[in-house]
């Protein structure tokens, strides 16, 4: 089994910045690519950025050049650096793992921005 707990969330004002952090633990010796989802109230779950081992990223249109994913494979977390934020970026974000072609999820962390 793999767990994820995310952190970090919180209330911030348009503009601001926050910083989440998600780290894996248990069965994580094959650990591979690493992600962020956020989900706003009365709407899907969406994707937000994801990260590779090899540090290669993609991100949700909307957030590039706001938010940076990055990974530390020696400690096994990934960090969502969320910056300019808006309120439409408020959300419950969530930390997705794929281990041996299984996803798993975190609890979430809830982000809210102020206008």
């Known amino acids: 089994q793999v767990q994820l707990l995310e952190s970090g969330g919180g209330l911030v004002q348009t503009g601001g910045s926050l910083r989440l952090s998600c780290a894996a633990s248990?069965?994580?010796?094959?650990?591979?690519?690493m992600a962020w989802y956020r989900q706003a109230p009365g709407k899907q779950r969406e994707f937000v950025a994801t990260?590779?081992?090899?540090?290669?990223?993609t991100y949700l249109e909307s957030v590039k050049g706001r938010f940076t994913i990055r990974r530390d494979n020696a400690k096994n977390t990934v960090d969502l650096q969320m910056a300019s934020l808006k309120p439409e970026d408020t959300a419950v974000y969530y930390c997705?793992?794929?281990?041996?072609?299984?996803?798993?999820w975190g609890r979430g962390t809830q982000v809210t921005v102020s206008s």
């Open positions: 997705r793992a794929i281990v041996l072609n299984t996803i798993y």
């Open positions: 248990g069965s994580i010796r094959n650990l591979g690519n």
């Open positions: 990260i590779t081992v090899t540090g290669f990223s």
